[in-house]
């Protein structure tokens, strides 16, 4: 195979892979060199030679063979160019709060941050194609070597899987390179830390302490939105850390765009790296979950015995999230250890029949206009009116905010349910009521009773 045969074949590959992961992925491609079956490209990242391998590796293959050259192997190496390993910092520099030592997850009150869950490694990590974009960017950062990316940002619903790939990120980084100083922490420990430094006046170590770390994780990181100077202060540990080439992780359960109350500077600054969703789980996904949950489980009770008929069951019908679903199977695995035989679907049908009618239920944008309506007494009519008054632009704004939590509608969408308003409305409803909540107990009340309603 010679340089104009994978000129041709990288022709094909446009058409038949698409424009948009050809430039992402095949284009950076550099062909260096073809020996007895094996071709040998250069990439810029460990990450992006495994992401082409196992997306697109046979593609490649097939159509360097339509070209006339046999390849049964790829290979793919780093590029001299590629970026430099990020640095591992020199041995801790002494503040005087004491928290700076070596890192350990075992020991993880050296650090500020929050304990790790021994459960959540990568082994114990279920892929599917909902979640395998997410997985392998967070194995390419938890192997540490030169990447490319800098924040890596993972977002998606609740119990997908964020916090788990986190403490996975931590716990590989810290067997493979114990010297590094990972620190994990969620947005709102942040906060607390920095207002504790506030009022201790110990700003200045609160800085030293998270400017020292070799790589930094915050999860939930729309906790800190309407927070000004918790925002501060994490764009400034955000800068300092990139400048040095330490890696930052971040989670949050929207992508950064649509976090409302951040400021923009920090929006922009997290979409700088590689920004990736974990998708709503799908069926295989949450079968693959169940069996490995009940291996796992099997390591205490080597007897328990969950048919597949009653996994596929629960596959089915839970398919809000991996927390449901574990907690459905927690409950089945004590009943089966309690009556010691096998567990009938009727049976599941009686234990779980809370969570199951609650994960029939599917909220819609109609039934939260109508209830909303109810609870404050105002017309539907009025909803989707252009009147302004306060006693119609409240019930509106909370109905708004109860559809984009309850629902998966985009802000464009509700804004058309709601007498086609504009999207801007309605991220300024959601974000009002979020405001209010923290200041008026009695909006939050209002919010809580109507999701329960909705929810009941
Ligand atoms: N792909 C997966 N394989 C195995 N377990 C999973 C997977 N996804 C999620 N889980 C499990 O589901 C539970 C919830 O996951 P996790 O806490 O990571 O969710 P999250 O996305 O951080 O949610 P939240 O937004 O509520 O913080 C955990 O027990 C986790 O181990």
């Not at 992961?21 to 460990?46: C, M, Q, R």
């Not at 607390?192 to 201790?200: P, S, V």
């Not at 629960?314 to 010691?340: C, D, K, M, P, Y």
Request: proline share 4%; net charge neutral; with cysteine.
């Amino acid at each position: 195979m010679t340089e104009e045969t994978w000129g041709r074949a990288r022709a094909a590959l446009r058409s038949s892979i698409g424009k948009n992961n050809f430039t992402t992925w095949i284009e950076p491609l550099e062909f260096v060199s073809y020996d007895d079956g094996v071709a040998e490209f250069h990439v810029k990242t460990l990450f992006q030679g495994d992401w082409v391998k196992r997306n697109f590796g046979d593609q490649i293959k097939q159509e360097i063979c339509n070209q006339g050259a046999e390849v049964t192997r790829l290979n793919f190496s780093l590029a001299k160019d590629a970026m430099p390993r990020p640095q591992v910092s020199k041995p801790a520099k002494k503040v005087e709060t004491a928290e700076i030592k070596r890192f350990s997850p075992d020991t993880k009150d050296e650090l500020p941050g929050a304990p790790l869950d021994r459960r959540f490694t990568f082994d114990r990590f279920v892929v599917g194609k909902p979640n395998e974009l997410a997985h392998a960017a967070a194995r390419r950062v938890a192997e540490g070597g030169p990447v490319s990316f800098n924040p890596l940002f993972l977002y998606g619903g609740v119990g997908l899987g964020k916090t788990h790939l986190m403490h996975a990120i931590a716990w590989e980084l810290s067997e493979r390179s114990p010297e590094l100083r990972v620190l994990y922490l969620s947005a709102e420990q942040f906060m607390y830390r920095f207002i504790q430094a506030l009022r201790d006046r110990q700003m200045i170590d609160f800085k030293q302490l998270f400017r020292s770390v070799d790589v930094l994780m915050v999860d939930d990181v729309q906790f800190i939105s309407g927070k000004d100077s918790t925002q501060d202060e994490f764009f400034h540990t955000f800068n300092a850390l990139v400048d040095q080439g330490k890696q930052i992780i971040i989670s949050a359960d929207r992508a950064p765009g649509e976090i409302d109350g951040l400021e923009e500077r920090i929006k922009s600054r997290l979409q700088w790296g590689l920004v990736v969703d974990l998708h709503p789980t799908d069926y295989e996904l949450r079968l693959g979950i169940l069996h490995q949950k009940v291996e796992q489980y099997r390591e205490h009770y080597p007897n328990l015995e969950i048919s597949n008929q009653v996994l596929e069951f629960l596959a089915h019908r839970i398919s809000s999230n991996v927390r449901v679903l574990e907690g459905a199977l927690n409950r089945l695995a004590a009943l089966a250890a309690l009556i010691g035989r096998e567990i009938t679907l009727e049976m599941v049908h009686d234990s779980l029949a809370d969570i199951l009618r609650a994960s029939d239920k599917k909220v819609t944008v109609d039934e939260i206009m109508r209830k909303t309506c109810d609870y404050y007494n105002v017309r539907m009519s009025d909803l989707i009116s252009p009147k302004r008054s306060r006693n119609i632009a409240r019930p509106r704004q909370m109905a708004m905010y109860l559809a984009k939590h309850l629902t998966q509608r985009s802000y464009p969408e509700i804004g058309k349910r709601f007498g086609n308003r504009d999207h801007t409305t309605v991220i300024h409803a959601v974000r009002k009521i979020e405001e209010l909540k923290a200041q008026d107990s009695q909006v939050a009340e209002d919010a809580e009773l109507l999701r329960r309603m909705l929810e009941a």
